[in-house]
């Protein structure tokens, strides 16, 4: 016998940003999470660098990112333990890569970045090559995030809250009716007041189950992948290693290092597999800045990291009374402003001004509204970074 759900809010996904602004929600609301998976956070979530960077992304990214930071602290009050660890991002040039460097002091002026000597960023990192490196800066406001923790703090406020997460339901049909949804999620019937798309990489194809336009967000392949090195762990653990052209990160990972490529391939909405040639040009950069040593890759994997033309995410409806509401284009930061935006989303789903510690910190609305990416539009993402 197929289940029939009622509730006021059906959200679609059921990844950080699906499960996390569900949690908000049920504060006042029914809601239901709707995951096509066995589990939650399968897709992107899971298959993250795990980092909380607050100098990495667009503007109102940054700020969403600093602006969790005190949630961040709740949420592990909650879960007994801390889900933030320190550990700074060092970022790293050659020749090659100082117009990069200096590109990124001069953009984060007045904010957590700063330039080190090469003797400092040895003693952080010893298995950078002193003969090759030019310039360094740091920024020690970033720390490692247990991803799985956040996940399940979220999901347990859902449930307390007395919320519920589908799983098995991929959505295969959405029809308006006067006053509801009604939402076909495998053999699950959601009727709903509002519906929620937090769908990651498949954002436009569910906008385009409900007949609505397509945003034109674009998932975007990263691989990762860890290897064994012949180095010694130093005691406090090496920085969050990134080239200043974003063409490699690294850190220590346990017994391992946890290197990407940080490609950013456009590919259609699919379960992402690592790029090969991407993984060995990255093995060749970091050996060539780095005493490492890789030859070989112990385990590898990749996600869809989604991003809207201008790289900023995507938060709330068009304006036109649907009750039909997105939370996506995430990019490369969905985990690390999960909760500001999981915030900013209920607002603007409950008609309410955007929150008070958001306004202040400068986050706009406007700039992160579905109806910017339809203004002139013809399509065509550019954005890679992030
Ligand atoms: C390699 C890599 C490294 C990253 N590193 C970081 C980092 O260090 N820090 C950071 O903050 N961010 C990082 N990110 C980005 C971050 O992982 C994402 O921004 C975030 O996970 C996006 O969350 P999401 O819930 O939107 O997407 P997802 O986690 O992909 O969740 C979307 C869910 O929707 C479900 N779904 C799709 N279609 C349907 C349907 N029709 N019916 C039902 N369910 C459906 C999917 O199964 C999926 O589980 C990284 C991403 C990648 C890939």
């Known amino acids: 016998m197929p289940d029939t759900l009622h509730v006021d809010v059906a959200v679609i996904g059921g990844g950080i940003g699906g499960i996390s602004v569900a949690s908000e929600l049920a504060l006042d609301r029914s809601v239901v999470v709707i995951e096509a998976e066995r589990e939650p956070g399968l897709h992107a979530t899971g298959r993250s660098a795990a980092s909380y960077v607050p100098s990495y992304g667009p503007p109102m990214v940054r700020r969403l990112t600093a602006a969790s930071l005190p949630d961040f602290d709740a949420l592990s009050d909650e879960v007994g333990r801390p889900l933030l660890t320190a550990r700074p991002v060092l970022y790293v040039a050659d020749a090659a890569r100082v117009p990069a460097l200096a590109r990124i002091l001069v953009a984060q002026r007045g904010g957590p970045v700063r330039e080190i000597s090469v003797s400092d960023a040895l003693h952080l990192c010893p298995v950078l090559r002193p003969d090759v490196l030019v310039r360094t800066a740091i920024d020690e406001s970033a720390s490692d995030l247990d991803v799985a923790g956040v996940l399940e ?10 919320g519920r997460i589908v799983l098995g339901g991929r959505v295969t049909s959405i029809r308006r009716g006067l006053t509801t949804w009604t939402v076909q999620a495998g053999p699950t019937l959601v009727v709903a007041g509002e519906v929620v798309n937090a769908a990651g990489a498949w954002a436009d194809p569910v906008a385009r189950l409900a007949e609505l336009p397509s945003l034109n967000i ?64 990255a093995i060749e950069a970091v050996n060539r800045m780095t005493t490492l040593g890789i030859r070989s890759v112990a385990q590898s994997w990749a996600g869809l990291r989604s991003f809207a033309a201008d790289g900023e995410p995507v938060v709330g409806g068009l304006d036109r009374g649907e009750g039909f509401h997105w939370v996506a284009g995430q990019g490369g930061y969905g985990l690390q402003m999960a909760p500001a935006l999981a915030r900013l989303a209920a607002a603007a789903i409950r008609g309410e001004a955007i929150p008070a510690d958001l306004a202040a910190v400068g986050v706009d609305a406007h700039a992160l509204a579905p109806a910017r990416l339809l203004r002139g539009s013809r399509g065509g993402n550019r954005a890679a970074a992030g």
Do not use: C
């Open 218 to 281: 674009q998932p975007r392949r990263r691989s990762i992948f860890l290897a064994r090195s012949l180095q010694v762990r130093p005691p406090a653990g090496w920085p969050f290693t990134l080239a200043a052209d974003e063409t490699f990160y690294f850190k220590d990972e346990g017994e391992s290092v946890l290197v990407s490529p940080a490609d950013a391939t456009p590919v259609e909405p699919h379960d992402a597999r690592p790029d090969e040639l991407q993984i060995a040009r």
């Open 153 to 162: 703090a979220f999901a347990a406020r859902l449930r307390a809250r007395g």
